[in-house]
């Protein structure tokens, strides 16, 4: 059986370097979670160390996407001049070792006029897709300045994947503040803050038409769907007073592809199933944030019904997908 990884997570030290030169106001305080234990070290290592974490929990295949928060937060120029050298080096990797890299481009979303082209020159270059946030400083990603991202995605048949992020920091003030600060920043991000972000996010997409004029843009959202699919009987509403053409529930199963992030948990699949179809679930680990087991990974497998479905979920959904010949990367 294949396996491929998805959300499978690196950085380099000058992106790092970039991001904390920033000043206070413009920072992304969930940084610090890129430098718990040796996360930092194996972000910033494309080769020996990777694979052999591959080889231990029987992965095959990693899709490489930039550790939040990405260039997001950079000014404009810096974030088009490194986003451009990010993903350089991804194409590197990917050459290096065809058979066991793809990756996802990084995008300079503070520069709106760039995106587009940037996501034409990765895909020219073997990309499978771009990982984006929903919201870069103040502009929302439904923001019509990004509405050439996702007709070029679209025309590419590049899937875009919306990876959570940290809160507003009026928001944190509000609803994450009063504890202490590992707590805080824990409420704030991987506790709760960063699901509801990109949930809100692809909501927003949904909301804003996207779809409707886009009906070929896959997007991708993580950790079983970010909340959206446990809160589809409501948020099935907004497609009325929206004036969308289909209920949320059907832009998701058309639209939307969840993935696993690491969650390894039979009653989420079990959840998720009753929300979308087996063909629009695909693996990961959110490496190295998470770091499952071989036995863990195979103890979960074993929930699926069949062999084709498992199948589908560890290999054929991401190969049809982001367009993968794993024959043609191995004989590369």
């Known amino acids: 059986m294949t396996v491929i990884g998805i959300e499978e997570h690196w950085t380099t030290p000058e992106l790092t370097a970039a991001l904390k030169r920033l000043p206070a106001s413009h920072r992304d305080d969930s940084m610090v979670l890129n430098e718990m234990g040796d996360n930092l070290e194996r972000l910033e290592d494309l080769d020996v160390l990777r694979i052999a974490t591959m080889d231990e929990q029987g992965i095959d295949m990693q899709i490489l996407s930039v550790a939040p928060p990405a260039t997001g937060p950079l000014d404009p120029a810096d974030a088009v001049a490194l986003s451009r050298d990010l993903n350089d080096i991804a194409a590197d990797a990917v050459r290096r070792n065809p058979a066991r890299f793809r990756a996802m481009a990084t995008l300079p979303m503070a520069e709106p006029s760039a995106v587009a082209g940037e996501l034409e020159r990765a895909a020219k270059a073997g990309f499978v897709g771009a990982m984006v946030y929903g919201r870069t400083d103040d502009t929302a990603l439904d923001d019509p300045r990004y509405d050439d991202l996702f007709s070029t995605a679209a025309a590419l048949g590049q899937p875009i994947f919306i990876h959570p992020q940290i809160p507003a920091r009026a928001i944190r003030r509000s609803a994450y503040s009063g504890f202490n600060e590992l707590t805080e920043l824990a409420l704030s991000t991987f506790g709760w803050g960063w699901h509801l972000e990109a949930a809100t996010a692809a909501l927003r997409l949904i909301a804003r038409g996207t779809f409707d004029r886009h009906p070929d843009l896959q997007i991708i959202l993580g950790h079983w769907g970010e909340l959206l699919l446990f809160w589809q009987d409501r948020v099935n509403s907004i497609a009325r007073t929206a004036g969308l053409e289909r209920t949320v529930s059907e832009y998701v199963r058309s639209n939307v592809f969840i993935t696993s992030s690491g969650m390894f948990n039979s009653a989420l699949l079990e959840h998720t199933l009753t929300a979308t179809t087996i063909d629009r679930l695909l693996f990961s680990t959110d490496y190295p944030f998470q770091r499952p087991t071989r036995a863990e990974i195979e103890e979960f497998l074993a929930a699926f019904d069949s062999d084709d479905d498992r199948a589908r979920f560890?290999?054929?959904?991401?190969?049809?997908?982001?367009?993968?010949?794993?024959?043609?990367?191995?004989?590369?």
Do not use: C
């Not at 290999?315 to 997908?321: C, H, K, T, V």
């Open 314 to 332: 560890t290999e054929g959904n991401a190969r049809r997908l982001f367009g993968i010949d794993l024959d043609a990367g191995a004989n590369h």
